[in-house]
């Protein structure tokens, strides 16, 4: 992978051919300006191979007719659509940068003092906050953290499926039979999901007969539910208010989404198994590994957000990236409280907050600082963030020192 790190551009020289694209899904708006202030009006051009090719043979024209050295190539940081052309360039003898919408949003009325927003203005707006300095280099990954962070935001997808699913499922289950969820308070649990594939509804329950339910749920739960939760689901049954009518469609539903919920749950379990499989192609991963409550499944996802942990110089440039950067809104005599920017990758914050939810449990390499936190009044929320902050820290300083963790070298965070 390219040696790029996550910094701030500096300013554009006099040898820079500076470009930008607006991005969007079929058509792209590319524009191109030169030190002498002179530019290539805005054109549109598809998103395909031969839109490429057109908008890279315009710049190389560009560059050769004004002597130039370098391209930067900047746009807005706006997902899917601009990964074709990312990866079309990646070889390229080009910088790539990216820009904050929000800074987009907020310099477009300099331009003209007007908040008029159209494709063409939109790439010369890039332009002026690039050359302004506020340009990010963008990583991007390849190899196995390629494949860990594709596989890490599939297996995030499919999560956020499975937990509708059993939202909906849980919603029908109200409606046919709402004594079930007071009496299987999981539904999740196999013995509640196997009851509702084979005894969905109370009558069904009823028809099975006390003693055959006893020992359904005594094998299905593997001798973990007794005769007193038999008889407390036979009771419910007998009494329940679920609906009467339409109960074919809702058995129906029912059935789709547990089969549906079953298809999930195999492919994350395929998931985690091939990114079990490519964190080992990564060397630095035992090191990560070696944290105490932090497993394979958290490693892979961070590292494939991160791309790659090496490319990193510093801690503040790892928290910027994860939006995990303190900032505060003070004026005069007013000071505001410090909160995190949430301006960088969301699912990186989120693996970090489980991450430290798994380290501050008792016994957890993070419980003490956790309750030191606490204890000086420091809100439970704010405090796993802070512990969120110092395991990345931690994380930098282990993968450059070449280090595995000890209870005792928390301090090499201060070293990242």
């Known amino acids: ?71 930067i190539l900047g746009f807005e940081s706006t997902g899917a659509y601009a990964e074709p052309l990312m990866h079309f360039l990646k070889n390229k003898p080009v910088h790539l940068v990216q820009v904050n919408p929000m800074h987009t949003k907020r310099v477009k009325e300099l331009c ?32 196995a953290a390629a494949e860990l962070r594709r596989l890490t935001q599939a297996r995030e997808r499919a999560v956020k499926r499975r937990t509708a699913l059993f939202n909906q499922l849980h919603d029908l289950v109200f409606i046919s039979f709402p004594e079930f969820l007071q009496v299987m308070k999981d539904i999740k649990s196999k013995s509640a999901q196997y009851l509702l594939r084979h005894h969905p509804g109370p009558e069904d329950v009823m028809a099975l007969g006390l003693e055959s339910l006893a020992q359904v749920l005594k094998r299905i739960s593997c001798g973990k539910l007794k005769l007193a939760k038999a008889q407390a689901l036979f009771e419910a049954a007998r009494s329940s208010v679920g609906i009467r009518e339409g109960r074919l469609g809702l058995g129906l539903e029912i059935q789709a989404m547990l089969e549906a919920i079953e298809v999930c749950e195999r492919f994350v379990k395929q998931l985690e198994a091939e990114m079990a499989r490519h964190l080992e192609e990564i060397p630095y991963s035992r090191l990560l590994l070696s944290m105490k409550g932090i497993g394979p499944i958290t490693v892979a996802g961070l590292i494939g957000e991160v791309a790659d942990f090496t490319h990193f110089e510093t801690q503040k440039e790892l928290l910027k990236y994860a939006g995990l950067d303190l900032f505060e809104i003070s004026s ?60 990345l820290g931690i994380m930098l300083a282990l993968v450059r020192t070449q280090r595995e963790y000890s209870h005792q070298q928390t301090q090499l965070a201060q070293a990242a």
């Not at 003092?113 to 390849?142: F, R």
């Open 112 to 143: 003209g003092n007007s908040p008029n927003k159209t494709d063409q203005k939109d790439p010369k707006v890039i332009a002026d906050i690039i050359e302004l300095g506020h340009g990010l280099t963008v990583i991007i990954p390849q190899g």
């Open 1 to 71: 992978m390219k040696k790029i790190q996550t910094k701030k551009l500096k300013s554009v020289n006099s040898n820079t051919l500076l470009a930008t694209v607006d991005i969007g899904k079929n058509v792209l708006s590319g524009y191109a300006r030169c030190p002498d202030r002179s530019e290539v009006k805005p054109f549109d051009f598809s998103n395909n191979l031969k839109g490429f090719s057109r908008f890279w043979n315009i710049l190389i024209r560009t560059q050769r007719a004004y002597g130039l050295e370098q391209i």
């Open 332 to 391: 005069g005599k007013h000071r505001g409280q410090r909160r995190i920017s949430k301006r960088g990758r969301p699912l990186l914050r989120k693996l970090l907050f489980f991450a430290a939810l798994n380290t501050v449990r008792k016994g957890g390499i993070m419980h003490e600082p956790y309750q030191g936190h606490l204890q000086k009044g420091m809100p439970r929320i704010k405090a796993l963030i802070a512990i969120a902050r110092k395991l």
